[in-house]
């Protein structure tokens, strides 16, 4: 599974949970410096430090940041969850 398809698959997932939508981290920590998030879960840092304090509505938001993100990316590459 490449990454937009993960990306987006878990996206769906996190839409659906009424509460305690789950964080996009897949324990790929890298920061992108062309891009300026995490390779692996497509959030700023920002996002990543707020994210325990967000609540599920911004979470929400945030998942569709990361979904759009992930869309631009020039290339994809497999992804592990």
Do not use: H, Q, Y
């Not at 698959?9 to 920590?29: F, G, H, K, L, Q």
């Not at 911004?58 to 020039?74: G, M, N, S």
Request: aromatic share 4%.
């Amino acid at each position: 599974m490449n990454t937009i398809d993960l990306i987006a698959d878990r996206a769906d997932a996190a839409r659906a949970t009424a509460e305690n939508v789950p964080s996009p981290c897949i324990s790929v920590c890298r920061m992108s410096e062309a891009g300026g998030w995490c390779e692996g879960c497509f959030r700023t840092l920002d996002e990543i430090g707020r994210w325990s304090r967000m609540s599920d509505a911004d979470k929400r938001a945030v998942w569709t940041l990361i979904e759009r993100r992930a869309a631009a990316e020039p290339t994809t590459t497999p992804a592990s969850p």
